[in-house]
């Protein structure tokens, strides 16, 4: 019974959810039927729609081109009105601009440049569409006038506010190169700063209208004068200055400078000024008898102008690098960047040139001097190729781009002077050399020789100038090493060129020292010049040059000093010759002596007695003129006499040789002391 029961429950189950299936079914099938109705619903709307959209466009399409036509039409004829509007006013162009040309652009170059880009229109009008209109010929003659106007407005701005620049100035921008700690560099301006604008818009429209270059020449010409101007306004400044205590500031400019660091003063050739005065005093008046005894002060006047000439020349160099630099600076806003070397070229020719034609005279007044055989003068050039070799690569820097010959002129001017010092240098070793022996030019004192002095005096200077005298010394020389130029190779052929002075020296002077007939004065003569010279190159650096090339030339010199003392001292001999036992027989006190033997101690203390007296007497005005080594020589001499003397005096006192002794033993030991003391002294 039980599986019956499940089985109609089964079926039951069965036909609940199959009939459940088929309302399904019935509610899709009369919801498709829906949808197909409402789709053929919305097909008609759309097709309805569709049909009505073509029968506006049928009837708008045809409205809107008829509209568009006639826009069009009214666009064209609005177009042709404001053509021949524009087309008109070309022709009414020169009446316009008449009024403003003719009254130029002064005051108001805006507006003329606007009226002559009008005037310049008009003609590229005429020009491609009526050029046989008599019109073109009038705004062309219009334009060339506003253009020439436009030029001289250029040259009337630059020549009016254009200015040599103050010296004060100038030596504010060379002095700020030496400043410690410079707060704000030093600027130039040239011009007013709106007309500097105004010269700027002039020029950048020439550039591109007017089709020429005259304005440029304009520029360099005007320019170059100022530049010239400025660098002979600051040599005039140093000629006024030269009567003043050399202060080179204003004490305006100074006052306003107070916190800035204190100017390290130029360094000025005094000391190479007053070497050249010593040099021409000694070849005028000599020595006097004692070295360094002539007067200086006659040419102290001319002297200080001299000096204010070669600072002037050097601070001017340095002005014109500073201002050329400005210049350009200032060229490169006005003149087109294809221009601008070549315009810096001309424009800095005429200053440029006045200052190398300055630095050739300056080399001429020098070679004149040489074949005066007055080479104090190569002593000028010193401070001069000094200062140009500093300057020259600032120099080479601000000439880069110039022409070969304007950047060459510089250097020309170097090797002309580094030729002719060479040659000073060489020709004054000769006439050391060759200087002539004359008696009357011989000190009759046996003092310093002016030749010693102006020698060492000159080498002296050199000291300053090393690189520049080495390199005028290089300059000469063909070797290998030279053209691997180094700055020892500079300083050891100034070595040799000063051992070589010194070398001539001492050959002259040994000729000069047979001039005299005693040679106990010949040796003083030679002992004072051997000494000068040992003090005065151990006061300089002088001797440390020298070891460069010989180790041993102060031992050297030592060695003759000390041999000039020796042969001094040998002229002492015919004095001391007659108080040695030489050729005596041994006497006993209280012995009775023969006349012969009591003639021969006689004449041995008569003798020594005049000896004594004439070497005294002549060698008293004789000189040596260094303390040390003079009171050294009386002491030498006091000891070897006095000793000999007192052993003499010894041998004889006790003696009886004659009946005056007081004739004969005139001079007490004590007494040929003091009068060796005297020796040497025309004061005593």
Known sequence: MIPTQDASARKREIDEKLKQEQDTLSFIRENLEKSDQLTKGMVSILSSFESRLMQLENSIIPVHKQTENLQRLQDNVDKTLSCMDHVISYYHVAKDTDKIIKEGPSGRLDEYLACIAKIQKAVEYFQDNNPDSPELNTVKVRFEKGKELLEAEFHSLLTRYSKPVPPILILDMIGADDELDTQEEVTLDHLPETVLQDIICISSWLVEYGRNQDFMNVYFQIRSSQLDRSVKSLKEHFRKSSSSSGVLYSPAVQNKRKDTPTKKPPKRPGTIRKAQNLLKQYSQHGLDGKKGGSNLTPMEGKDDVLDIEIDSYIHCISAFVKL???????????????????????????????????????????????????????????????????????????????????????????????????????????????????????????????????????????????????????????????????????????????????????????SKSKVYEDTALSAIFLHNNYNYTLKSLEKSELIQLVSVTQRKAETQYRELIEQQIQSYQRSWLKVTEYITDRNMPAFQPGAKLKDKERQMIKDKFKGFNDGLEELCKIQKVWAIPDKDQRDAIRQAQKRMITQAYRAFLQRYTNISFTKNPEKYHKYRPEQVEAMIERLFDTSA
């Open 324 to 510: 050329a630099q400005s210049e350009y600076q200032l060229l490169t806003y006005i003149i087109p960047e294809h221009h601008q070397k070549k315009t810096f070229d001309s424009l800095i020719q005429e200053a440029l040139d006045n200052l190398m034609l300055e630095g050739d005279n300056i080399v001429s007044a020098a070679r004149r001097a040489i074949m005066r055989h007055d080479y104090s003068a190569v002593l000028t050039i010193f401070p001069i190729l000094k200062h140009l070799k500093q300057t020259k690569p600032e120099f080479d820097q601000v000439l880069q781009g110039t022409a070969a010959s304007t950047k060459n002129k510089l250097p020309s001017l170097i090797t002309s002077m580094e030729t002719i010092g060479a040659k000073a240098l060489e020709e004054f070793a000769d006439s050391i050399k060759n200087d002539p022996d004359k008696e009357y030019n011989m000190p009759k004192d046996g003092t310093v020789h002016e030749l010693t002095s102006n020698a060492i005096l000159f080498l002296q200077q050199l000291l300053d100038f090393q690189e520049t005298a080495g390199a005028m010394l290089a300059s000469q020389e063909t070797s290998s090493s030279a053209s691997s130029y180094s700055s020892e190779f500079s300083r050891r052929l100034l070595s040799t060129y000063i051992c070589k002075v010194l070398g001539n020296l001492q050959l002259n002077l040994l």
